[in-house]
């Protein structure tokens, strides 16, 4: 066996030894094909391989934070020869490859550079609780290299599962928000399925608009549509693909009304996966005035007239911000959306046994012949 020893690093000692992670302003994560850059554009990061759409700052200061301060635990002197063993062959040699994870400044120049390998397992025991579906413990830590030139192989005790070279991972997922929704209307290509439902509050009853007689809106059947869309999520941002490809050439139409004047109108087209193709425009009539109420007391104008003016605020800062997702094709779950892509007919109260049975007699008879004897 080899032995683990303090040659090179000792145990206790940084990784990365002085890190400095405020110079970092481009990230590069890379496993056998797949790759990722997550790189600084102005003041913001942003993820290349989806058209320089936003990333998630959070997960990216967490890495880096991370990072600075990983301790080695122990390290050894590996031959080129034992690299496969420990999954840290460069990648692209193959499978089983270590994922490369590359820090550039802003001129491009490396700063740091690992290869993370295989995790290193906790042997366990007992019998797992789920039963032994994993005979080999729990990931406890990551066999790694800094310097791939060296031969070192470090030990950490951390598992670093995070890092991956997907790109959903990284994405910033906020998204917009339909807030006090009052007309909800879907229309579908084909149009005797398409509907259209208000209501006078928020709180009320959603209606159905141009009912014919017959049509009674089923209260469970629409109860998932109480704040349709009010806080939808991103799973990925879809990029190269033309109009036909995601289906938003012929998509469903979703459009919100809601009482502060705003106007969404969600294309739906298909599904890949689990995941809808989905794109959003949004308007917004905000009435710039208020209109004051009947005998209104001067000190209760002031004070009327500041909270207008600070919703006023609040709500143009939301038109500016959900503005931005019109120009990308997001996916979106497909339990996010499958509430809406009901058709008319599913809304619906069924109607009595006896007069469905009656309606349906002739076109019945063909399935009740006899089969035919042989």
């Known amino acids: ?35 990722i850059n997550l790189a600084k554009i102005g003041e913001f990061w942003r993820v290349k391989e989806r058209g320089d ?3 998630n700052f959070s997960e990216i200061v967490s890495l880096l934070t991370k990072l600075k301060d990983l301790k080695v635990v122990q390290t ?27 820090f550039r400044d802003a001129s491009g120049k490396a700063i740091k550079s690992l290869l993370l390998g295989k995790k290193h397992m ?13 005979e080999g413990g729990w990931p406890d ?20 599962n995070d890092i991956e070279p997907k790109a959903e991972h990284w994405l910033n997922k906020d998204f917009f928000k339909i807030e006090k929704a009052r007309s909800l209307a879907v229309t579908f290509p084909e149009a005797t399925n398409s509907w259209q439902l208000t209501r006078e509050s928020e709180a009320a009853e959603w209606k159905l608009t141009d009912a014919k007689p017959a049509e009674k809106l089923d209260a469970g059947k629409i109860s998932a549509m109480a704040n349709p869309l ?13 109009a036909a490809q995601t289906g938003l050439d012929k998509p469903t139409t979703v459009k919100i009304g809601t009482t502060d004047g705003f106007d969404y109108t969600v294309n739906v087209g298909g599904k890949t996966n689990d ?26 104008k002031t004070k009327l007239d500041k909270e207008f003016a600070d919703n006023l605020k609040k709500l143009e800062e939301k038109l500016a911000a959900e503005k931005f997702f019109e120009k990308w094709t997001f996916l979106v779950s497909s339990w996010t959306v499958d509430p809406f892509l009901k058709k008319r007919g599913e ?20 399935v009740e012949s006899k089969p035919e004897s042989n």
Not at 9 to 35: C, M, T, W, Y
Not at 230 to 242: A, R
Not at 283 to 296: F, M
């Open 1 to 35: 066996g080899q032995s683990w020893s303090g040659n090179g690093q000792s145990s206790g000692q940084k990784l990365l030894g002085d890190f400095q992670v405020n110079d970092v302003a481009h990230i590069v994560i890379k496993r056998g094909a797949e790759e």
């Open 53 to 55: 759409y936003p990333a």
């Open 76 to 102: 050894e002197q590996v031959g080129a020869s034992q690299l496969k063993r420990f999954e840290l062959e460069a990648p692209g040699q193959g499978s089983n490859t270590a994922t490369l994870v590359e």
């Open 122 to 134: 906790q042997k366990s025991n007992r019998a797992s609780q789920f039963g032994d579906v994993d």
């Open 141 to 160: 830590g990551r066999y790694v290299m800094v310097d791939a030139k060296s031969g070192n192989v470090a030990l950490i005790s951390n598992g670093l």
């Open 230 to 242: 009010s806080s939808p999520t991103i799973n990925d941002v879809s990029v190269g693909l033309s």
């Open 275 to 300: 995941d809808y193709f989905l794109s959003v425009a949004v308007t917004a009539n905000l009435p710039k005035e208020r209109t004051p109420g009947k005998d209104e007391k001067p000190e209760d």
């Open 347 to 366: 809304l619906l109260e069924e109607n009595k046994p006896e007069a469905a049975a009656n309606a349906a007699k002739p076109e019945e008879k063909p």
